[in-house]
C-alpha cells in the first residue's frame, strides 16, 4: 500500500532503469515480448496484464 502524502516525488525521475532491481527480473522471452508490446503501441495497463 502507497500512501501519498503531496503528490510529487521527492527525488528527481532516473533518465534509465539500468541498474534498478526490477530491471533485472524479466527472463529474455519476457523482453522480447515487452519489445513488441512497446512497438506495437500498447497501453502500460495492457502490458502489465500480460
Do not use: C, F, Q, W
Not at 510529487?8 to 529474455?28: D, K
Amino acid at each position: 500500500m502507497v500512501k501519498v502524502m503531496r503528490g510529487y516525488h521527492n527525488h528527481p525521475r532516473a533518465e534509465t532503469i539500468i541498474g534498478l532491481s526490477y530491471a533485472n527480473m524479466l527472463n529474455s522471452e519476457e523482453k522480447t515480448v515487452l519489445d513488441d508490446l512497446t512497438i506495437n503501441m500498447a497501453k502500460p495497463r495492457s502490458i502489465l496484464l500480460t
